[in-house]
């Protein structure tokens, strides 16, 4: 039984290798990464580490290379587990810094538990077997290897296009462009083994109209700063949208034209995220881990899976202009549908108001009964809440109430209250019958005006009230008083009406002859 340390940013991974290392009675520790997994080797000292050699913060090679320069860590065994599209650069890395083995992702359970069996019991895969001194079996074998080197790389490709080809179909699935793109950035330097990634593309909405996102770099906790499109060699691919490659044979620092505070890189990548018709962006490439710089083949892969992003990233975009508009279609035939329906409703309201005016002018036998049936109709067909109709005595001089109806006796007894109470000459109801012309108040609750018994209609819920003068040609007859619940009732086309409805009143009240001129009506 030994302590093995299993360092690797992807939790599941992890979890994995701990349950079979655990079940072959070993004791592990975890790490997230390659400064965790530091820690963690110095506090618990293990016989074995397996890790991975891409990682945030710091991959796997600089976590050995750490290891190596540590008195007391340098003599613990590696094992690099890795995917198999790393597999080259994981052999490279391994004789570079003397790790053990290499056990690519996935392989049989079997195949990691005999590695850690081996690396335990001191045997090395690194260590070359004795060359025979029989030419034709050292040239056979060279041709043997040649021919295992090319597989492999086969092997590597397949896998990385199959990669890519998983993507593609993860991507299409993307519901939001911004979270396409952070995955486009996130999955293109794992797949190629790059030190950190950077994306950046155009867009009609957004600060600046520009949308930029990191993989591998660790800016703290400020955001990292913003590179530009259209600057240093990284500008020239959204108009010539040729991929661009630099590797420095010298390992000098390249310049790709990133803003400063990004780090330092000697080989870069960068494709165009483009459609056939339109560049939106680039993809960049910093640092391939393992290797002096990125190939040929790094290239073509890289420039399919910018082609794949940019018409995901654009078909994206065309979903939701299309979802947005259709929204806005939506709520623009709604609300076509409700001015519709208020304006059939508001229709249908004239004929019965209007018709059942007409036709209780014909029905009326007198006065008392024309403004009475008048207060029923502006109820149950004008659906205001109180309705009452005030005349005026010829005897006395005075205003009167003549009829009254409404949703209770309380609505009567109110329009009782407000035909008795004396009121100032400013008040809403004087001002209508004194200058004969309609006056209202669309808002009892803040209104400035003065109006008789206003609290307690506010009481009874009521929010809007209207006087309307009635007159005939020989002067001033009374007024009719409308009340209702809704706020900012009365506008001009509901003025209008009840101007009209008003006036049908007037001149029938004037034309009966069922009770004497000069005699105040009842209200019965």
């Given at each position: 039984m030994a302590t093995i340390l299993v360092v690797d940013d992807n939790a599941n991974n992890r979890k994995l290798l701990v349950t079979l290392l655990s079940s072959d009675g070993h004791l592990t520790v975890e790490a997230s990464d390659g400064l965790d997994g530091l820690r963690q080797a110095r506090a618990r000292r293990p016989q074995l580490i397996i890790s991975d050699i891409m990682m945030p913060t710091m991959d796997g090679y600089g976590f050995v290379r750490a290891l190596r320069i540590d008195p007391d860590l340098c003599l613990i065994p590696v094992i690099f587990y890795t995917a198999n599209y790393h597999e080259r650069e994981a052999h490279k890395l391994a004789h570079a810094c003397g790790v053990a083995h290499v056990v690519v992702k996935p392989s049989p359970a079997a195949d990691l538990l005999r590695a850690v069996e081996q690396v335990l019991a001191g045997v090395c895969e690194s260590d070359p077997d004795p060359l025979p001194d029989n030419f034709d079996r050292e040239h056979l074998r060279l041709v043997t290897d040649k021919l295992t080197e090319r597989a492999t790389a086969l092997t590597a490709f397949r896998s990385r296009f199959e990669a890519i080809s998983k993507f593609s179909l993860e991507a299409a699935s993307a519901l939001e462009p911004h979270a396409l793109?952070?995955?486009?950035?996130?999955?293109?330097?794992?797949?190629?083994?790059?030190?950190?990634?950077?994306?950046?593309?155009?867009?009609?909405?957004?600060?600046?109209?520009?949308?930029?996102?990191?993989?591998?770099?660790?800016?703290?906790?400020?955001?990292?700063?913003?590179?530009?499109?259209?600057?240093?060699?990284?500008?020239?691919?959204?108009?010539?949208?040729?991929?661009?490659?630099?590797?420095?044979?010298?390992?000098?620092?390249?310049?790709?034209?990133?803003?400063?505070?990004?780090?330092?890189?000697?080989?870069?990548?960068?494709?165009?995220?483009?459609?056939?018709?339109?560049?939106?962006?680039?993809?960049?490439?910093?640092?391939?881990?393992?290797?002096?710089?990125?190939?040929a083949e790094d290239e073509a892969l890289m420039l399919h899976m910018g082609t794949v992003a940019g018409r995901i990233y654009e078909n994206l975009n065309l979903h939701l202009a299309l979802k947005w508009q259709s929204e806005k279609l939506n709520r623009s035939e709604g609300r076509l549908r409700q001015l519709t329906d208020t304006?059939?409703?508001?229709?249908?309201?004239?004929?019965?108001?209007?018709?059942?005016?007409?036709?209780?002018?014909?029905?009326?036998?007198?006065?008392?009964?024309?403004?009475?049936?008048?207060?029923?109709?502006?109820?149950?067909?004008g659906h205001f809440r109180l309705a009452y109709i005030e005349v005026l005595d010829s005897s006395s001089g005075k205003i009167v109430l003549a009829a009254a109806a409404g949703d209770g006796d309380d609505a009567v007894a109110l329009a009782r209250r407000m035909s008795a109470e004396l009121t100032e000459q400013d008040d809403l109801l004087t001002v209508a019958l004194a200058s004969q012309r309609p006056a209202i108040c669309n808002e009892l609750q803040s209104t400035d005006q003065s109006v008789r018994l206003r609290g307690e209609m506010l009481d009874r819920g009521y929010r809007s009230i209207a006087a309307l003068p009635m007159s005939a040609g020989n002067g001033c007859m009374g007024r009719l008083v409308l009340m209702t619940e809704k706020p900012q009732f009365f506008d001009d086309a509901e003025m209008r009406l009840q101007t009209e409805f008003a006036g049908y009143i007037s001149r029938a009240f004037a034309r009966k002859q069922g009770a004497a001129p000069d005699a105040a009506p009842s209200l019965g």
């Open positions: 793109l952070e995955k486009v950035c996130a999955d293109a330097r794992n797949l190629f083994g790059a030190l950190y990634a950077v994306i950046a593309v155009t867009e009609k909405t957004g600060p600046g109209g520009l949308f930029y996102s990191t993989s591998g770099i660790d800016f703290g906790s400020a955001p990292p700063p913003a590179p530009a499109l259209d600057a240093g060699p990284l500008g020239l691919i959204m108009s010539s949208r040729v991929p661009w490659r630099l590797g420095s044979s010298h390992g000098n620092a390249a310049d790709a034209g990133l803003p400063s505070g990004y780090p330092s890189a000697r080989a870069f990548l960068a494709v165009p995220l483009m459609t056939p018709t339109r560049a939106y962006g680039w993809i960049c490439l910093a640092e391939k881990i393992g290797a002096d710089e990125f190939d304006g059939v409703n508001y229709v249908n309201r004239v004929y019965a108001l209007l018709g059942g005016t007409n036709l209780l002018i014909q029905r009326a036998p007198n006065r008392d009964e024309l403004c009475k049936e008048a207060c029923r109709l502006a109820i149950h067909q």
